[in-house]
């Protein structure tokens, strides 16, 4: 909740009763919210998810839900900061979501060669400075 005193002053008024109107403003708001559920994730700065070993030529697929449990209307976006061939994200980049709705988010790792590879993906909820986290997989 939020609360101001306005305050207004005639300059130069000559009669201390009527020169100068005050009164309190009071009110409430609400930000858009998107919660991101799945598997544990690790690490500390945003999170992390690590899929281990895997042989070349097989996937791994980790189910994300992406849900709104607020009472307005909200749109997440994520944005793979580095592309990789050795993981796929299936989801659309601008998910809006109404109350109580949920948008399923799959990340999928396929190794295309030997090595250590990683995917950072930024997730946000528009309009909410607060929700804004990467995930490195």
Do not use: W
């Amino acid at each position: 909740s939020y609360s101001a005193t306005f305050e207004a002053t005639v300059p130069e008024g000559k009669d201390s009763k009527t020169n100068t109107l005050q009164f309190e403003l009071r009110g409430s708001g609400t930000a858009p919210s998107v919660t991101l559920e799945g598997p544990p994730l690790f690490g500390d700065s945003g999170g992390e998810f690590n899929f281990g070993k895997m042989q070349v030529g097989k996937s791994h697929v980790v189910d994300f839900v992406l849900r709104n449990d607020g009472i307005i209307p909200a749109t997440a976006r994520y944005e793979v900061q580095e592309a990789s061939q050795h993981f796929s994200v299936v989801c659309p980049k601008n998910i809006p979501l109404e109350p109580k709705a949920q948008q399923p988010l799959q990340v999928r790792f396929h190794p295309k060669g030997i090595g250590n590879f990683s995917l950072p993906v930024r997730v946000c909820t528009l309009h909410n400075p607060y929700e804004d986290t990467t995930i490195t997989f």
